[in-house]
């Protein structure tokens, strides 16, 4: 009794030991996710710890019950509930094991063992012992290829033993895999069950690795290796003849069934251009083709050789893959497209109930105290510009990759340049929109903007330009409109009209009233003047030797200045000339002897006559 609790002690402190060992080996695994998988994996060293007391006051109480006389029946029933007590406790452990490896199946990683050209066998999710379960799972393989290399191997002789706390796979006297308790649980069997299920791959799998590699197989493989080759050299060799024909036919109907291409009286592309287009399509078809046959060839041929199998799986992988993702993430955007085509139809529909306003309000069915009809137009623009900026923003995370890093980046160089480079631009875009508001011309206006002088035929937010008299077409920025003074000649034709004037210089001698008389005529005379508003008179200035005459008369053609002022200036010299007057500006030198007064003769007396020139002579003496 003794010796058995001193072994009870020297394997309790070996088990003390091995707990420890096993708490720092934790720390260096990865076979489990995250703290939760780490703190699993503490309590299951616990649950081990456990096992082995319970296990130790097991055999204790078996051996106690073997040494009881058969006549001590109270001992024996107290022996006898303990070990039942014992076996409920494990069941409930094992129960709780279980619960806990089904909460840890979604984030458990686990490791392949690895059989013939690197196929997987099956997977190991727990560690045992010190070994975690990618150390695990590669001493496996190792022991597995070394099985493929002996040319001996008998599968009779890879046989399952049963130990104290695991179930081992033993080839000979080489333990090639050991399974535990958790390893059972994470598979949902039996220790012996899953054991045996192991024993039968490994089998399956050194026989098909020598198999795999016998000879005949190997010459079996070359032979169907050789007949690929051959197929596919034949399919590639008769569709570069196909393709040849097609390009033989494509010249022979140059100009026949080929004529070229024209759409109304424009030749989009003539018989020579369409041939050479339709060849260049037929050799990009055709490489296409040769290239796919190709893609398709080599992973057929690497996949018959078992070492080029993996080689197969990445080719087909390189197009499979994609077209997968492309599917998916189609699938799985499927419900952010249809919120955009919503938002879009939404947005579509409030524009088109806002420019209903402002077509009503451009027509003047629809009026606003103090908002004018040609506000209507910028006005819309504005808010369209608004409402699709609000669209885009709303938007915006529903697109794909929106939160990547990158599209925000993207997002902000464009910002950046657009901002710098569009300073000008925006600042002549303000002013066109301030120019709108402030009405200071329309389209068709007779202005003079600076220096320019002509007709608005176009306002945009950037620009704005004026056609002058002699047809010449001057872009304005609008920035340039703002800065300078700008004079409006239409502006004020819809009421009484623009008034034009021009000056003429008349000399002290000819009586105003004359003048006037004559000016008003030339203006009466002239085409597209009103003569309501009647024209009138101005006397400007009265210089050393003329008066300055200013006739002034209402027009409601301001766009026709240029015909209008020379009409009047030709009436201006007829009426002038029949009158008498000479148009002119004379200049007197002092000298008055022999002149007459430049006063009209209205204004002299009756008995003025014209002074008489003086002249004094000396004679010398001789």
């Given at each position: 009794?003794?010796?058995?609790?001193?072994?009870?002690?020297?394997?309790?402190?070996?088990?003390?030991?091995?707990?420890?060992?096993?708490?720092?080996?934790i720390r260096k695994s990865d076979s489990l996710n995250g703290a939760i998988l780490k703190e699993y994996q503490v309590q299951q060293l616990a649950s081990a710890n456990q096992l082995k007391l319970d296990s130790i006051k097991k055999s204790q109480?078996?051996?106690?019950?073997?040494?009881?006389?058969?006549?001590?029946?109270?001992?024996?029933?107290?022996?006898?509930?303990?070990?039942?007590?014992?076996?409920?406790?494990?069941?409930?452990?094992?129960?709780?094991?279980?619960?806990?490896?089904?909460?840890?199946?979604?984030s458990a990683k686990g490791f392949p063992v690895l059989g013939t050209f690197k196929d997987t066998l099956f997977i190991i999710y727990s560690r045992l012992g010190s070994f975690s379960a990618q150390e695990r799972a590669e001493a496996v393989s190792n022991r597995i290829v070394k099985l493929q290399s002996n040319f001996?191997?008998?599968?009779?002789?890879?046989?399952?033993?049963?130990?104290?706390?695991?179930?081992?796979?033993?080839?000979?006297?080489?333990?090639?895999?050991?399974?535990?308790e958790n390893d059972a649980i994470w598979n949902d069997t039996s220790a012996d069950v899953l054991a045996e299920n192991y024993r039968l791959r490994i089998i399956q799998n050194v026989?098909?690795?020598r198999e795999a590699t016998s000879l005949t197989t190997i010459l079996k493989e070359i032979g169907l290796a050789l007949l690929v080759l051959l197929l596919f050299s034949t399919l590639i060799y008769f569709t570069t003849k196909l393709f040849k024909w097609i390009a033989s036919k494509i010249e022979f109907n140059e100009e026949k069934a080929i004529k070229g291409i024209k759409l109304k009286n424009y030749t989009l592309f003539d018989a020579k251009r369409q041939v050479n287009a339709l060849l260049l399509v037929n050799k990009v078809v055709k490489w296409f083709f040769v290239l796919l046959l190709i893609y398709i060839a080599l992973p057929i041929l690497f996949g018959i050789f078992p070492w080029t199998k993996n080689f197969a799986e990445v080719l087909f992988g390189y197009i499979l893959n994609p077209l997968k993702n492309i599917a998916s993430g189609i699938w799985n955007y499927l419900p952010n497209l249809i919120t955009i085509i919503v938002i879009i139809v939404f947005f579509r529909y409030v524009m088109k109930g806002i420019q209903f306003l402002k077509d009503e309000i451009?027509?003047?069915?629809?009026?606003?105290?103090?908002?004018?009809?040609?506000?209507?137009?910028?006005?819309?623009?504005i808010i369209r510009v608004l409402i699709y900026a609000f669209m885009i923003v709303v938007i915006f995370p529903y697109l794909p990759g929106s939160d990547s890093d990158i599209f925000k980046g993207v997002s902000v160089f464009l910002g950046f340049l657009f901002t710098f480079g569009s300073a000008g631009s925006l600042a002549n875009i303000i002013a066109g929109l301030v120019l709108t508001y402030m009405r200071l011309f329309k389209i068709g206006d007779r202005v003079k903007i600076g220096d320019i002088f002509g007709?608005?035929?176009?306002?945009?937010?950037?620009?704005?330009?004026?056609?002058?008299?002699?047809?010449?077409?001057?872009?304005?920025?609008?920035?340039?409109?703002?800065?300078?003074?700008?004079?409006?000649?239409?502006?004020?034709?819809?009421?009484?009209?623009l008034i034009l004037h021009t000056t003429v210089t008349i000399g002290y001698d000819v009586p105003w009233q004359k003048i006037h008389d004559a000016l008003l005529e030339a203006a009466n005379r002239t085409e597209l003047l009103l003569k309501d508003p009647n024209p009138?008179?101005?006397?400007?200035?009265?210089?050393?030797?003329?008066?300055?005459?200013?006739?002034?008369?209402?027009?409601?053609?301001?766009?026709?200045?240029?015909?209008?002022?020379?009409?009047?200036?030709?009436?201006?010299?007829?009426?002038?000339n029949e009158a008498g007057i000479e148009i002119l500006s004379p200049h007197y030198r002092a000298a008055r002897d022999g002149n007459q007064s430049t006063i009209p003769e209205s204004y002299l007396p009756k008995d003025y006559k014209i002074p008489s020139f003086n002249f004094n002579f000396s004679r010398k003496k001789e």
């Open positions: 009794m003794k010796l058995h609790l001193r072994f009870s002690l020297f394997l309790l402190l070996i088990s003390t030991l091995a707990v420890q060992a096993q708490k720092d080996s109480l078996e051996y106690e019950l073997l040494s009881l006389k058969t006549t001590d029946n109270l001992k024996k029933n107290d022996l006898l509930k303990q070990l039942d007590e014992l076996k409920d406790a494990e069941r409930l452990r094992i129960a709780t094991k279980k619960e806990e490896i089904k909460l840890l199946k979604g001996n191997f008998n599968p009779s002789d890879l046989k399952i033993i049963s130990a104290e706390t695991t179930t081992d796979v033993v080839y000979e006297e080489t333990i090639v895999l050991s399974i535990s026989q098909e690795h451009a027509n003047e069915n629809l009026k606003f105290p103090g908002f004018y009809p040609d506000w209507a137009n910028p006005t819309f623009q007709d608005v035929i176009e306002k945009s937010l950037l620009v704005t330009r004026v056609k002058t008299a002699h047809n010449e077409i001057i872009s304005i920025p609008n920035a340039t409109v703002m800065s300078s003074h700008t004079i409006n000649y239409t502006s004020e034709t819809a009421g009484k009209g009138f008179v101005l006397q400007t200035s009265l210089e050393d030797f003329y008066v300055a005459y200013q006739i002034n008369a209402y027009t409601k053609d301001a766009n026709k200045q240029a015909k209008i002022y020379s009409d009047l200036h030709s009436n201006i010299q007829d009426c002038c």
